[in-house]
């Protein structure tokens, strides 16, 4: 891994929705020869996994966070479990076992359900559930054409779920980021 390769990988991090194109033209480099590195990153398991997920925006979501003390045993267990959910879109673990989770959820007559759920699964038992009124987010967005083409390149895959690449250190193992379009990265920093 060289300093182009770091640089590829900060910019996806910035926006995972970046073309080849754009990254080819800010490196001066061909869009091949970008098309390669980022398949050498996947290869060497810098970049994980893709996974596409609209904007919850767009799907008119309800944001809504779930946070608590766990008592389970494995908390890698209870993050790879609720990490399966469609809805989930983060799970922050701190010290002392503390459990932040963040949804998005179709509407109201999900949540009770859904709370449920992440109280069972993780172990909390006595969860606190808020829902997050963001106004200014409620217009609808339309799909774009980037979206729909990345939702058909992601099924043709067969690879469901946000374009996502895993990241962690040694000592903050697996931190994600939410990017400004709701695409969910996350890189391995060997």
Known sequence: MDEIDYFLLKKLLENSRVTYREL????????????????????????????????FIA??????????????????????????????????????????????????????????YVSKTAHISEPTIAIVNLPYLTLPEPLTSIDFKIIIDVIKSKNLGA?????????????SWLTEVN???????K
């Open 183 to 189: 695409f969910k990265v996350t890189i391995d920093l």
């Open 163 to 175: 374009l996502e690449f895993a990241a962690g250190t040694e000592s903050i193992p697996g931190i």
């Open 24 to 55: 080819a033209d800010m490196t001066d480099m061909s869009v091949s020869a970008i098309h390669k590195r980022i398949r050498s990153l996947v290869d060497d398991g810098f970049i994980t996994t893709f996974i596409a997920r609209p904007s």
């Open 59 to 116: 799907l008119k979501s309800l944001l809504v966070l779930i946070y608590g003390t766990s008592n389970a045993k494995s908390m890698d267990e209870v993050s790879k479990e609720l990490g399966q959910h469609e809805s989930i879109h983060y799970i922050g673990i701190s010290g002392g076992k503390y459990l932040q989770v963040s949804a998005f959820l179709r509407n109201l007559s999900e949540l009770q359900e859904f709370g449920s």
